[in-house]
């Protein structure tokens, strides 16, 4: 079984995804296991030698998942938490939104983008970031701020937002006014996209970047948009 893809500096490649199969029927999952900030990959035909049968019924559900590195997977295959990063070492699907996906047998979709906050990106000099997860999440494709994405395409059963840990990172702070404005905002973005489906806002893990403020904070715009 192959699939044919197109890379960076649009060269063709065919990739064979297995060989020496015994006879029967089997089931191939494609997976872009790193954030659009590592690549954009197009997905152009699939081949076999024997017949291609139809796709599994899709899941009943459909998880919707916005976050930052956690959610992409940065450095989930790394062999100590000091390796510097490479795109080798991402991998979404040992991240947890994937897993809990699997745990609820559901379709997902992944918004990811490292070092994002809601209104302040990690490190960042400034209070607010010129460019952040609230403005990502409404586009196509992450590095493209055109075309932003046509929400007619789907409609997720939840969305889960767990950004927080980036805005409270190294350096200045935003102020409570500008995090609630932020995080507010694209609360009001995803009800304009999806109406009334629930959305989920987790605060940072305990031992993590930003818990305490974040988890201070969170709650005031979700109760304002609730």
């Known amino acids: 079984d192959c699939l044919l893809s197109r890379g960076l500096g649009d060269v063709y490649k065919r990739q064979v995804l297995a060989e020496g199969l015994p006879h029967g029927v089997h089931t191939v999952l494609v997976q872009k296991r790193t954030e659009g900030e590592q ?3 197009t997905l152009f ?5 024997g017949p291609l049968l139809d796709a599994p019924q899709a899941p009943g559900r ?7 590195s956690h959610t992409c997977g940065y450095g989930t295959e790394g062999k100590s938490p ?3 990063f490479t795109p080798e070492t991402e991998n979404c699907d040992l991240a947890w939104g994937c897993i809990i ?3 609820f047998d559901a379709d ?3 918004i990811a983008h490292s070092g994002q906050g809601i209104v302040r990106n990690w490190g960042d000099e400034k209070e607010v970031s010129d460019c952040t997860m609230r403005e990502r999440m409404m586009r196509t494709f992450d590095m493209e701020e055109t075309p ?9 059963d939840i969305v889960v937002i767990k950004l927080g840990s980036n805005d409270f990172s190294e350096g200045v702070a935003p102020s409570e006014e500008a995090f609630n404005a932020s995080y507010a905002q694209a609360l009001r973005q995803i009800r304009a996209a999806y109406g009334d489906v629930p959305v989920l806002c987790v605060a940072p893990a305990e031992n993590t970047t930003g818990y305490g403020l974040s988890l201070i904070h969170i709650s005031e715009p979700t109760r304002q948009e609730a």
């Open 82 to 84: 000091k390796e510097p």
């Open 45 to 49: 035909a699939v081949g076999s030698d």
């Open 39 to 41: 690549g954009r990959t």
């Open 108 to 110: 997902y979709t992944l």
């Open 148 to 156: 932003l994405w046509d929400f007619a395409q789907y409609r997720p």
């Open 101 to 103: 996906a699997r745990y």
């Open 62 to 68: 459909h998880i919707e998942f916005i976050g930052d």
